[in-house]
């Protein structure tokens, strides 16, 4: 059986990895869409809204594909927690962050570019930060540099250190891409990924 195209509508190389584990061919775009969350908007719906957001605006150039589009919030009550961009964003964020659990929420979007339809689910994950000192976290900064990730941590990496407790149904969700949630959704558009070699 002919498989369909598979695109992943994001450029990040943690998405594309995780992807990559399902062994399915695919190739990646840039959505290039503004990722702003709107006022009033719950940091659930901010992802969700944006994960299919990514996966319609990859859709029209890929129109017979079936388009992943994802987005990660992470929040603590009504503070959220973007991607630092810089070591001072960093140090601010993980100072904020020690002792607390944040919750990452992660959005997904399967989109059937040819047919309209598409699936849309969410898995929240909740990690609880360690008490940090100043020197642990100049010292993960310097070593892992996690400035394009959200909370400030790679949790696949050497940010695990910062974390004493991981609580949700897929440890993938919290690296940007919930890949049991995606091959359920894989599964309604007729691909197993067991079965696609």
Known sequence: MQLPQIVLASTSPYRHELLSRLGLPFETAEPGIDETIQPG???ENAALRLSEAKARA???RFPSALVIGSD??????SELFGKPGSHD????Q?????GRTIRFFTGLCLLNAQTGRSHVAGVGTDVTFRQLSEQEIEEYLCKERPYNCAGSAKSEGLGIALVSRMVG???????????????DMLRLEGINPLASS
Do not use: T
């Open 58 to 60: 990859v859709a029209d």
């Open 89 to 92: 964003k960093a140090v601010e």
């Open 169 to 183: 149904e897929d440890p993938n969700a919290l690296i940007g891409l919930p890949l049991i949630a995606l091959c």
């Open 41 to 43: 908007e719950s940091p």
């Open 72 to 77: 990660q919030v992470a929040y603590c009550g």
């Open 94 to 98: 993980l100072r904020a962050l020690r």
